[in-house]
């Protein structure tokens, strides 16, 4: 199976210090894998990184088997659709026009009504003409969620989509997402809940201090030693009314023999 977008030894400085050092990953069609990492582990640079919006110092990334650098930006924009962290928007749109966006190269009433149906999916049919700022801020990540899927590019990435958002907008959002990888696109997201990553991604990919630490199913990305070197967590997966959980404490500091 080729690699839908494929990063190799990336490296990366922000203001002289060594933000990725040699990281990357692989992702193909059919495959929704998860970026896991502490605070400034890498991640969101990684992500960006492997996107051509970050300078790299060294490293190679490619979209099906093309560097990015070489894919001019607007088919970029067709093969790719990004949701990053920050969820601003500047204009108070109707959720509509916002969600709408995300299939620009569409004739506008075909746009609009792939727009009505990804609202739908998020749980904001009837929002259609509600000015995005008048909106919660769960309701405005979901509009962006559903401007992502309007995208219906082959390789999606998301940039902590869960955050900040209520445990039944955290799922569903997570089920939208494998829904688009069963249907046949890659998808790439970051997370901090450890227990949803293990639940909805087929790989993970946990960094640490700008390398990759592990690189596997679930199951062997987050062994005890992993979580407890990476993280700092005493515990394990444990499968729990069908469903994968992490059951962890924090890890106790013992001091070191003869001290």
């Known amino acids: 199976m080729s690699a839908a977008w494929s990063l190799e030894g990336l490296v990366v400085r922000h203001g002289g210090r060594l933000a990725l050092d040699g990281a990357g990953f ?29 300078r790299r110092e060294a490293g190679a990334a490619a979209l099906s088997g093309r560097p990015v650098e070489s894919i001019p930006a607007t088919e970029r924009a067709r093969l790719v659709g990004y949701l990053p962290q920050e969820r601003r ?5 109707g959720s509509l ?24 999916r998020v749980g904001l049919g009837g929002f259609e003409e509600r000015g995005v ?24 990435v998301a940039d902590e989509p869960a955050a900040g958002l209520d445990p039944d907008a955290q799922l569903l959002t997570l089920e939208l997402l494998r829904a688009e990888a069963a249907r046949g696109a890659a998808v790439v ?15 993970l990919v946990v960094l640490s201090q700008g390398r990759v630490a592990a690189d596997g199913p679930p199951a062997e990305a987050l062994s005890p030693g992993i979580l407890h070197s990476v993280f700092g ?8 009314g069908g469903e994968t959980v992490l059951a962890a404490r924090r890890a106790v500091q013992r001091p070191a023999p003869g001290r």
Do not use: Y
Request: hydrophobic content about 50%; some cysteine.
């Open 26 to 54: 692989t992702v193909s069609a059919g495959q929704m894998v998860g970026v896991l990492g502490p605070n400034g582990s890498g991640k969101t640079t990684l992500l960006r990184g492997g996107l051509g919006l970050v």
């Open 89 to 93: 928007v500047s204009w108070n749109l």
């Open 97 to 120: 026009d916002i969600v709408a966006l995300g299939a620009p190269d569409l004739p506008p009433a075909v746009a609009r009504d792939i727009a009505a149906d990804c609202l739908h």
């Open 133 to 156: 700022l008048e909106m919660s801020g769960g309701e405005r990540a979901r509009v962006l969620l559903a401007r992502l899927l309007a995208t219906r590019a082959p390789l999606l």
């Open 189 to 203: 997201i970051t997370l901090h809940d450890l227990s949803l990553a293990a639940r909805f991604c087929d790989r």
């Open 233 to 240: 967590l005493d515990g394990a997966l444990v499968e729990a």
